[in-house]
C-alpha cells in the first residue's frame, strides 16, 4: 500500500511541475510555447542512469566508471534543463515570468523524477518493474 501512496504522491507532483510549464507557456502574457522544449530534457534525463545500471553488474562496488559517467552526463542534461530557458528569456524570446514558472516546473518535475528512482529504484519486494 505503501508503494500506491508514493505512485499517487508523485504523480501529483508531476502533475504541478507540468502546469508550471503549461503556464509559463500559455498564458495570455506570456503565449510562447518554445519553452517546451524543456520536455525533450525531461525525457533523457533517466536515460544515463538507465544505461549505466544495465551495464554495471557490480551493484556492490561503491564506484563504477559507468556510473560517475551517468552522472556526469545527466547532470549536464538537468543543467541544459535549467539554462535554456534563461538564454531564451535573456534573448527576449520569452518573457522573466515565464522563465521564472518554466524554472519552478523543472525544479519539481526533476524532484518528482529523483523521487521516483529513490521509491522504486531500489531492489525489493516493490519494484517499479512490476507497473
Excluded at 542534461?77 to 539554462?83: L, Q, T
Excluded at 521564472?100 to 523543472?106: D, E
Amino acid at each position: 500500500m505503501a508503494g500506491v501512496k508514493a505512485l499517487v504522491a508523485l504523480s501529483f507532483s508531476g502533475a504541478i511541475g507540468l502546469t508550471f510549464l503549461m503556464l509559463g507557456c500559455a498564458l495570455e502574457d506570456y503565449g510562447v510555447y518554445w519553452p517546451l522544449f524543456v520536455l525533450i530534457f525531461h525525457a533523457i534525463s533517466p536515460i544515463p542512469h538507465f544505461i549505466a545500471k544495465r551495464v554495471t553488474y557490480d551493484s556492490d562496488a561503491t564506484s563504477s566508471a559507468c556510473r560517475e559517467l551517468a552522472y556526469f552526463f545527466t547532470t549536464g542534461i538537468v543543467v541544459s534543463a535549467f539554462g535554456f530557458p534563461v538564454i531564451l528569456a535573456r534573448v527576449a524570446v520569452i518573457k522573466w515570468g515565464a522563465c521564472g514558472l518554466v524554472l519552478a516546473g523543472n525544479a519539481v518535475i526533476f524532484l518528482t523524477i529523483q523521487g521516483f528512482f529513490l521509491v522504486f529504484g531500489r531492489e525489493d519486494d516493490f519494484s517499479w518493474d512490476r507497473w
